[in-house]
């Protein structure tokens, strides 16, 4: 069964990059740029194995959504970011995201790292609670 994955990001440039490499990883592949009140129910219908989460979103810092994303689900996130190493990496480690890259970075690097992180989380993605 392919592993699910969501991205969430608002880059064009990014999306299409990171479905077309996910697409031929044989990821199944969803996407929403919503870090509102549909956000919830996106993670709901696609039930996401591993969540991709651009840290550089308009309206919410990657940080805040990784922790709205916490109180709904256990799934393991990847933070993509333009930032450098430093506080913010930690701070997102912290928050349970698995792995941290920063831009830019290349698609067979990617690809490995969602391998590992997906191995070593198999069955222990909680489906969101109904907060």
Known sequence: MEKRILIISDDPVLLEFLQH???EGGYQVA???DVGDQLQAVLEE???D???LDAMMPWLEGIEIALRLRRWCQTPILMLSTWRAGKDQVRALDLEAPE???EPFNAGGLLQRLGEILSSNSG???PPSAN
């Open 124 to 126: 222990t993605r909680s």
């Open 31 to 33: 996407k929403t740029e």
């Open 50 to 52: 591993l969540i991709i």
């Open 46 to 48: 696609k039930s996401p």
């Open 21 to 23: 490499h996910l697409k």
């Open 100 to 102: 941290y890259l920063s």
